[in-house]
């Protein structure tokens, strides 16, 4: 009997090395990039008061977004976000290039701006409260049968 045991404490032992190599692998960082921000070099070929909104297009690359305002300026995000095992994910870094224009069409202004020169804007959640929550659809239909006037089906 003693042959037997041997075998079983390896096999276990074995199971339970695999185990915890498995709950260490779950522990690693996993990053996750998000989005596109031209490089330096990239924004340095840009011209102040000179290119416009074509020529900075084919130099970088379309924008992320635009400005909502007549199309004030282009806007560039990159976001990079980092996961620990079940942990929900944490923003690490975050870095907006707005370039801004005039009304001719002109680039304005280039601006780098980071994780640090953020900040929260707390959002309010207004709902309107509405009287169907408690009726079933039963009796919506049904409640609406007293109030049918014919004199207005008449009235074309």
Do not use: W
């Amino acid at each position: 009997m003693k042959a037997y045991v041997t075998p079983l404490k390896a096999i276990l032992r074995g199971a339970g090395l695999a185990l915890v190599l498995v709950a260490v692998s779950g522990c690693v960082a996993i990053y996750r990039n998000h989005g596109y921000v031209p490089t330096p070099e990239e924004l340095d070929a840009i011209q102040v008061g000179k290119d416009t909104r074509d020529s900075v297009t084919e130099a970088v690359g379309p924008p992320s977004s635009s400005g909502v305002l007549k199309d004030s300026g282009f806007y560039y995000v990159a976001s990079r976000m980092r996961h620990y095992g079940a942990a929900a994910p944490k923003l690490v870094s975050r870095e907006v290039v707005a370039i801004t224009f005039d009304q001719r069409g002109v680039v304005r202004g280039i601006e780098r701006y980071g994780l640090e020169d953020g900040r929260t804007i707390p959002l309010q959640r207004r709902v309107t409260s509405s009287s169907v929550e408690d009726k079933t659809f039963l009796r919506q239909l049904l409640g609406n049968l007293g109030r049918f006037n014919p004199g207005n089906v008449l009235e074309n």
